[in-house]
């Protein structure tokens, strides 16, 4: 299995970016995706989730800014990110817990992070 990251780059304050996770792989089932964050010098921080049944939890400092999207047949996720700030300014990387073909248990998988850098 693995998680394929794209649509990071460097945007201007205000600016938006469309994040892409795609997960490919012998998948049985995908119980959750979500989204990471780690700027420099911090610890990896949510920034949104989607969970089996479509419930999205979003971290408080992006909430009204980004959306979280999910297409179960392409098995990928999405983040559109608007109204950006340079504290959004990070390595966003993907999540995903996932049962592969063949097995009992989900594991979770990390894809490679894509950098988002946002000018003031």
């Known amino acids: 299995v693995q998680l394929q990251a794209s649509g990071g780059g460097l945007v201007q304050a205000g600016g938006s970016l469309r994040l892409s996770c795609a997960a490919s792989?012998?998948?049985?089932?995908?119980?959750?995706m979500g989204w990471y964050r780690q700027a420099p010098g911090k610890q990896r921080e949510l920034v949104a989730r989607?969970?089996?049944?479509?419930?999205?939890n979003y971290a408080d400092s992006v909430k009204g800014r980004f959306t979280f999207s999910r297409d179960n047949a392409k098995n990928t996720v999405y983040l559109q990110m608007n109204s950006l700030k340079p504290e959004d300014t990070a390595v966003y990387y993907c999540?995903?817990?996932?049962?592969?073909?063949?097995?009992?248990?989900?594991?979770?998988?990390w894809g490679q992070g894509t950098e988002v850098t946002v000018s003031s």
């Open positions: 989607i969970i089996t049944g479509g419930s999205t």
């Open positions: 792989g012998s998948i049985f089932s995908i119980n959750s």
């Open positions: 999540n995903a817990d996932i049962r592969r073909v063949g097995t009992r248990k989900s594991s979770d998988y």
